[in-house]
């Protein structure tokens, strides 16, 4: 069983920037593909960006260029570097690991407002 504990969310302005972090509780994280995912509201759950075993980084066209997905194995985390922050980023933020089945944290608040 993996346990996934994310932290970072909050209140930003648009324009600014948060750091995702998310903790898992299992050693041999690195061998769990790893990425984020958001729901907004009143939306679906979407891929936000992910981070596979050997590095390979894959993002939502809504994150390129704006969002950077980080591992650190040695520490068992994995973060999500977002900046220049847009009202449509307001969402819960979940980290997600899959080694066969798949892994959720709780969720953490991301509120982009004015």
């Known amino acids: 069983q993996v346990q996934l504990v994310e932290s ?3 209140l930003v302005q648009p324009g600014g ?8 509780s299992r050693l041999m ?3 769990f593909d790893v990425g984020w995912h958001r729901q907004g509201p009143g939306k679906e759950r979407e891929l936000v ?3 596979s075993t050997g590095g ?3 993002y939502a066209d809504s994150a390129k260029g704006r969002f950077n997905i980080s591992r650190d194995n040695a520490k068992n985390t994995v973060s999500l570097q977002m900046n220049n922050l847009k ?5 819960v933020y979940y980290c997600h690991a899959r080694l066969g089945d798949d ?3 709780q969720g953490t608040q991301v509120t982009v407002s004015s």
């Open 8 to 10: 970072g969310g909050g």
């Open 17 to 24: 920037s948060l750091r995702l972090s998310c903790t898992a």
């Open 29 to 31: 994280f690195s061998i």
């Open 49 to 51: 960006a992910t981070i």
């Open 56 to 58: 390979i980084t894959t």
């Open 87 to 91: 009202l449509e980023d307001t969402a």
């Open 103 to 105: 892994y959720w944290g």
